[in-house]
């Protein structure tokens, strides 16, 4: 019955066709015509396929009514009302790194700071670059995530305005991390953004690039995010995403990586924020012998739902995957860990790995854990496991009876086990703001100072 | 130091303590032999406080103190310790974390204040020499991927950094070559002290050799049936459990 309503309600879809009309004559003033028909195409497609319900396979464990039911108005300019103060506990202590700051979806040259980069390397936004230098985004803008399977991406490819772009040439290393920082400050009603982020790195570069997702004050949001990230043969690319909204956000991000051979992506999610978030990872292993690291940490309390969907796709041979993602999950909160893993025909010698481990604090906390193999090669590896299950009293009782009281203990188990996750985060200042962050959500986390 | 009266403790409704009465003075060292299933380790987790077991019948006083009231952490901070049978592998915690925090906890119990990560780090040094033990099993997580023998040399390294008053060795011996052995036995030997008693759990004699025991006491299916020297040992050693299984059952029939 709630499904068939929820079906039947085209209030965002509605909401998104409207405002799409109003915004579409100004886009084409701003120097961004040559997008307009894949805008217009990707709109058309939205409004032929509709959000998806638990139907969907891809979806079955989420419920999205409350977005879908929700007439989304899009994000008003922001600049003026905030002030760097408000942005300082965002950053990260001790990087001197290049800080893209977008507010409502709009790059906000004021607030973003750029030390010096090497040569040729470009980090800015991606409207600026649309007016600039376009031959520099056709290759790769809208060419790889495809809207017409996924709702989401259409909704985020026809509001295509705003977003970051970074791009690195052939052979050149950016020491200090990429920090893109997207705000919202919810207004009066709902209000929807649409960040694109962009990231093309040439053979031989390395990089790594963070996207930090933030609100400022309460009310009613949905962030709709898509990230392409072409990384060139050989290449060793770093991709963290921190979702850290408001308790009234909706999320909905895609990584759509683009491998070339021999690279190495790692991919860092970390969600503590939203009521509703879906997070979705879609590399695709290209080159021979690409490999891709994806790991994930989700904590939700509350009524929280945070689901993590994988598609990793291996469609070379010798090309390695390893997915570790780690749920805990307290009060009535809900977790989905949905990990698919396609090896196309010619990926022979394909070794993909996948595990998720979950820990339910409380009775009424959920996780829906689903692995699923398409495999058209014949020689391949490939592994998967999963576990649910509380926290270990006989190692509780080892840490009491060395003195430790309990409470600690508690927090200190929750803590390593989310710890693990942090510890493979190789860029310093990310790793230590994430741990900071993480002994905050951990319940009585204060006892863990001077012990992590 | 402690006093163990008539105590009956039971798991999942089976009785597994069917009234043990032990008294430990300071200085001494007593060792608790039995076979298999006696409720020797039972015995050893119930002195520490394990919750799962129910304790039906009896009281234990530890320097006139009820200690079946304290919880675990209040026994540790108050001088109790046990060396796990099977030390609990804890993923992603430090094992010279868990230890500062262990000690600045006791320690904040005592109204001391916590020591300083030098000189923790000097109190390890030095017991670490004690053991012979590796520096890099320091920086690992507690007893992930120890072997069976550093992970009862870590708990005895445990043992030797918080100092305990009554120290419950619960089958220390159980895996260990002979070299670890005595390693273990060393460390042990080396915390006795007049105002310290031990308990010391096993299964065999061996261990007795190393760590020579004041009194010697045989736990039977939940009762302690005999007592007496380190020559009690040697007699288990020769006869083995079942004459005096025998005449525990004679005992129970009487």
């Known amino acids: ?452 | 130091m402690l006093e163990i009266k008539n105590l009956h403790a039971k798991i999942n409704g089976r009785e597994i303590l069917k009234g043990v009465d032990l008294t430990v003075r300071a200085g001494e060292v007593h060792s608790i032999m039995g076979p298999n299933g006696s409720g020797k380790s039972t015995l050893a987790q119930v002195l520490a406080g394990r919750e799962s077991y129910e304790i039906t019948h009896g009281e234990v006083l530890y320097r006139g103190k009820n200690l079946l009231e304290m919880s675990p952490e209040e026994r540790a901070c108050e001088g109790v310790f046990l060396a796990f049978q099977y030390p609990v592998e804890i993923p992603g915690v430090n094992n010279t974390y868990f230890l500062k925090a262990a000690v600045n906890a006791i320690r904040k119990y005592h109204g001391q204040e916590e020591l300083d990560a030098m000189d923790f780090l000097a109190l390890m040094k030095n017991k670490m020499k004690l053991l012979d033990m590796d520096e890099g099993l320091l920086n690992r997580s507690v007893n992930e991927g120890f072997s069976g023998g550093e992970k009862k040399r870590n708990e005895i390294f445990h043992m030797a950094v918080l100092q305990p008053t009554l120290a419950i060795l619960d089958e220390t011996d159980s895996g260990l070559d002979i070299d670890a052995m005595k390693i273990v036995a060393n460390g042990v030997n080396a915390l006795r002290s007049p105002d310290r008693a031990m308990l010391v759990v096993t299964h065999y004699q061996r261990l007795l050799n190393y760590i020579v025991p004041d009194f010697v006491h045989v736990l039977v299916d939940g009762r302690i049936v005999r007592s007496g020297g380190k020559e009690l040992a040697l007699e288990l050693e020769e006869q083995g459990y079942v004459g005096i299984e025998a005449e525990a059952t004679q005992l129970t029939k009487v």
């Open chain 1, 1 to 452: 019955m709630t499904e068939t309503m929820t079906r039947n309600d085209t209030r965002a879809l509605d909401g998104f066709l409207q405002s799409f009309k109003s915004l579409e004559p100004t886009w084409s003033r701003n120097g961004q015509r040559w997008l307009q028909p894949v805008r217009r195409a990707a709109m058309a497609r939205l409004a032929e396929i509709g959000f998806p319900t638990v139907h969907d396979e891809d979806w079955r464990f989420t419920n999205l009514a409350p977005i879908v039911t929700t007439a989304f108005q899009p994000a008003a300019e922001a600049a003026a009302s905030v002030d760097a103060g408000s942005l300082t506990p965002f950053a990260f202590a001790g990087c001197d790194c290049t800080r893209l700051v977008f507010l409502n979806g709009r790059f906000a040259p004021g607030l973003s700071t750029s030390p010096l980069l090497p040569a040729g390397v470009r980090a800015g936004s991606l409207a600026q670059t649309l007016a600039d230098d376009r031959v520099a985004l056709e290759p790769h803008l809208a060419r790889h995530e495809d809207f017409q399977q996924e709702a989401f991406s259409a909704l985020n490819t026809a509001f295509l305005t705003d977003g970051a772009f970074v791009s690195v040439p052939r052979g050149t290393v950016v020491e200090q991390p990429i920090h893109i920082l997207y705000v919202t400050l919810p207004g009066d009603g709902p209000v929807a953004t649409h960040p694109r982020t962009l990231v093309v790195t040439g053979d031989d570069s390395q990089v790594s690039v963070v996207e930090d997702f933030v609100s400022l004050g309460d009310g009613t949001h949905l962030s709709n995010a898509v990230t392409e990230l072409v990384v060139g043969d050989g290449s060793v690319v770093g991709h963290y995403l921190i979702q850290r909204e408001s308790r009234q956000a909706f999320h909905v991000s895609t990584l759509r990586g683009q491998q070339g051979r021999s690279s190495s992506l790692t991919s860092h999610t970390v969600l503590m924020g939203g009521a509703l978030t879906r997070r979705n990872i879609h590399p695709v292993l290209a080159g021979e012998g690409a490999e891709c690291l994806i790991n994930g940490l989700f904590m939700a309390n509350g009524r929280q739902h945070m689901d993590n969907y994988m598609k990793v796709e291996h469609a070379s041979p010798h090309c390695a995957s390893r997915q570790v993602y780690k749920g805990i999950l307290d009060g009535q909160s809900h977790g989905v860990f949905h990990g698919r893993i396609i090896v196309h025909k010619d990926a022979q010698k394909t070794d993909a790995k996948q595990t998720n481990m979950n820990l339910l604090l409380s009775e009424d906390a959920q996780i829906d854990t689903k692995p699923q193999l398409e495999i058209y090669a014949d020689d391949v590896k490939c592994t998967h496991g999963a576990t649910v299950g509380q926290i270990d009293d006989e190692a509780i009782f080892y840490l009491r009876s060395r003195g430790i009281p309990e409470a600690s203990a508690r927090a200190l188990l929750l803590y390593a086990f989310a710890g693990d996750m942090l510890q493979r985060m190789k860029v310093e200042p990310i790793r230590r703001h994430l741990e900071r962050l993480v002994s905050q959500w951990v319940p009585q986390g204060n006892l863990l100072e001077g012990v992590r």
